[in-house]
């Protein structure tokens, strides 16, 4: 009897299970091609085992993380009593061959068990302190299907209270695989519950606790692989297929503009949810709706309509619900549709158009009578768009949805792909971004200023600063090329720091040379925005130029020009030995060529830029300067480093109006003005734009005090260097 119950329900249950898994692997498989995903193998496992074994990206919430590792552990080590379970349906005096009874091996199964039903507890506690109907928007389960995770939650509970059982009753009976050992402390605890029954009530627990335990476990691989859950068997997939740069980097996705455009139809990006490319699909189904991304994102933060887990829930239930529609096109058939009541694809009582939607099941679809497959991937409620405009421009690129993400989901690359297809296709950005556009297209730059402006911070400086003209090579003795970038050269508070990193060189005796005004824009906001043609037309040019004058080593201020030489050049042809200014300062100041003598009593917390720290993982250097100047006194901000909170620049929304919620860079400067700080340092023009103006609105609000500063580490190292003034001798009165 036990063979023909658990053999029944485990064949419906594969059936039911494996034709999903079968409906999923076709689904994803028509994405676009996408390539380098399996490149530099060796990496790749260290990583798989690093974030998938270690639970690396987990444990940096220590408590959630703990929780996660012990659960999946537990799952893996369980898998041996699942073994065992199977094995009891042919004998009762089955264990597995060589190793199965021993009696470390009843340890570690009942360690783990209890592990994980700690592990259940604290997410339980976790979700109850977070629940969203209380929290709403501060919640990171807000938007959530937050009903099927406790589903999930009491299906593992239930599979291993029924194990603990049926392990009890064996004990009771001898049928445990490792013998009556105290070893196995959990089984023998519960088998003292039922040291008093008869050995024949014993076998009847044990048999029916035991194909209780096979009915669970197969209800649950059922139920994963229809939910949010299906992350258990995706999550290591995803993390082996993900980009591997250092950090963040470069966007993921590079088109070749020109053969695209010499295509009949070229795909520039992406404009619907086939477009996207495989790995993005995979993506989209892996999300595990943690919420952990959402919780970071600056745009959510301050009230804004993106939410990083929001999207891509909406990209999976869009791309679930045009499932039937995909894979017929593709001469395939229509798939399954997975049944309302347990994927929850129905209609919810409110729309998500801004700030999430209530909890529902497993997908979201338009008002009845309008077929997904003619839903516009980007577009209003009205329209009955997958995502809404402001959804999509909200956006700073500031990557901690991806830093934070534990299953390695690129949502930055999916947002700029989408943003694409509206900027070179639909011509659809916001009106502001188009003059930014006309600057760089006109005059390099996007401040849209002369180019012949682009020396003039140089005036007044005491040294002569060299300058590559047209044609002209290095010279020899020139060690780095210094990249100005747009904002150091024209914005008037990013010029002083330029000034300042000059002066510091000079000091050093570091020569250097600037491109003067052959100069131009990395084409970095261009690229941010979605106009990846102008992006690669202007870097196809500062490439053409830096070649021909013989560039290998570049010095930046800015971590945008930054990110785009060091990082996003290279697919171009560009590949040059780049460094942040904080990087060589760092050096320099190491090697006693710079030696900060003149203290600067003063509170400094430190911001770190987005594309410096997240994007390149550049976080120690800044702060080992500032550490190096007498009199400072750090004050570390609570999100920091990983976890800093973007000023709002970022994404090309330097030039774009905040019209919704809350200024990025007043919530950022809040932060460091709670610390009392009589500067606000940071190591990107961009960000001294934008906190120099978020404080400057509270000094006149009366919220700041007026010393406040604003400065790049750069000025306060150049502060340090000048020899302090001796105060004057009193003189002796006469007489």
Not at 121 to 137: M, Y
Not at 267 to 279: I, N
Not at 606 to 623: A, E, I, M, Q, S
Request: aromatic share 8%; hydrophobic share 40%; proline share 6%.
């Amino acid at each position: 009897m036990r063979i023909a119950i658990g053999g029944a329900i485990t064949l419906i249950a594969l059936a039911v299970a494996g034709r999903r898994v079968f409906w999923l692997f076709r689904l994803i498989r028509s994405g676009q091609p996408v390539q380098g995903r399996l490149d530099d193998l060796p990496k790749r496992i260290w990583t798989e085992i690093s974030e998938v074994g270690g639970q690396r990206k987990l444990l940096k919430w220590s408590v959630p993380g703990i929780a996660h590792l012990f659960t999946f552990w537990g799952f893996t080590i369980l898998l041996l009593t699942v073994i065992e379970a199977y094995g009891g349906l042919f004998g009762d005096d089955f264990h597995i061959p060589w190793f199965g009874h021993w009696a470390a091996i009843g340890f570690l199964e009942d360690f783990f068990s209890v592990a994980v039903l700690a592990g259940l507890a604290a997410f339980t506690i976790i979700r109850i302190k977070n629940a969203p109907a209380r929290l709403e928007r501060k919640s990171r389960f807000y938007g959530s299907h937050t009903g099927p995770a406790w589903v999930i939650l009491s299906l593992i509970t239930a599979v291993v209270v029924t194990l603990l059982i049926y392990r009890g009753a064996q004990y009771n009976t001898g049928n445990l695989p490792q013998g009556q050992t105290k070893w196995a402390f959990a089984s023998y605890v519960v088998s003292r519950i039922f040291s008093g029954l008869s050995h024949g009530v014993n076998e009847d627990i044990e048999t029916a606790f035991l194909l209780l335990n096979i009915a669970v476990i197969m209800g649950f691989s059922v139920l994963v692989v229809y939910s949010k859950h299906l992350h258990i068997g995706l999550a290591p997939i995803n993390v082996v297929l993900k980009r591997e740069p250092v950090a963040l980097g470069p966007l993921g996705s590079t088109p070749d503009i020109e053969k695209l455009m010499e295509e009949d139809e070229p795909l520039v990006g992406v404009g619907k949810v086939e477009d996207f490319t495989w790995k993005a699909m995979l993506d989209f189904a892996t999300c595990t709706e943690c919420g952990r991304c959402q919780s970071q994102c600056p745009a959510w933060n301050t009230g804004k309509p993106l939410s990083p887990k929001l999207l891509i829930m909406d990209l999976r239930d869009h791309l679930f619900a045009k499932a039937p529609y995909l894979l017929s096109t593709k001469g395939e058939t229509e798939g399954e549709a997975a049944p309302a009541a347990v994927t929850g694809v129905e209609q919810d009582a409110h729309a998500h158009a801004h700030h999430g939607v209530p909890e529902s099941g497993f997908g979201r679809v338009p008002e009845p009578g309008q077929p997904q497959v003619d839903r516009p991937l980007v577009g209003t409620a009205e329209e009955g768009g997958v995502i809404d405009p402001d959804v999509l421009w909200s956006c700073t690129n500031c990557g901690a949805c991806v830093e934070q993400c534990p299953v390695d989901i690129e949502h930055v690359d999916h947002i700029v792909d989408m943003r694409r297809y509206q900027v070179m296709i639909e011509s659809a950005f916001p009106s502001e971004a188009g003059v930014m556009l006309r600057n760089l297209e006109n005059n390099g730059n996007p401040w849209g200023v002369s180019q012949r402006t682009r020396t003039e911070w140089t005036e007044g400086l005491p040294f002569e600063v060299r300058i590559i003209d047209d044609g002209e090579r290095i010279p020899d003795d020139v060690e780095y090329l210094y990249w100005v970038g747009c904002a150091g050269a024209i914005e008037d508070r990013a010029k002083k720091v330029a000034r300042a990193f000059a002066e510091l060189l000079h000091t050093a005796g570091v020569e250097f040379a600037i491109l003067g005004t052959n100069e131009s824009c990395t084409g970095d906001p261009a690229r941010r925005l979605g106009n990846e043609y102008l992006y690669q037309e202007m870097a196809k040019a500062n490439i053409e130029l830096l070649n021909s004058a013989g560039v290998k080593k570049i010095v930046a201020t800015c971590p945008h020009c930054f990110n785009s030489l060091a990082r996003e050049y290279s697919s171009l042809g560009g590949e040059y030995e780049v460094v942040h200014h904080t990087q060589l300062l760092g050096k320099l100041v190491e090697e006693r060529k710079l030696v900060p003598i003149t203290p600067i009593d003063s509170s400094v917390t430190y911001h770190d830029p987005c594309f410096l720290g997240r994007h390149n993982k550049v976080y120690t250097p800044p702060r080992e300067i500032l550490a190096a100047i007498p009199g400072i006194r750090g004050q570390e901000m609570h999100r920091c480093k990983e976890r800093g909170f973007c000023c709002g620049a970022g994404g090309a929304r330097m030039w774009m109006e905040e019209k919704i919620g809350k200024r990025v860079n007043v919530d950022r400067v809040e932060e460091a003005l709670g610390l009392d700080p009589d500067v606000v340092s940071t190591a990107c023009p961009f960000c001294i734009v934008m906190l120099t103006d978020a404080v400057t609105e509270k000094k006149l609000s009366g919220e700041a005090k007026e010393s406040v500063e604003v400065l790049d580490v750069s000025q306060l190292l150049a502060r340090s260097l000048v020899p302090a003034t001796p105060a004057a001798t009193p003189v002796e009165p006469v007489g």
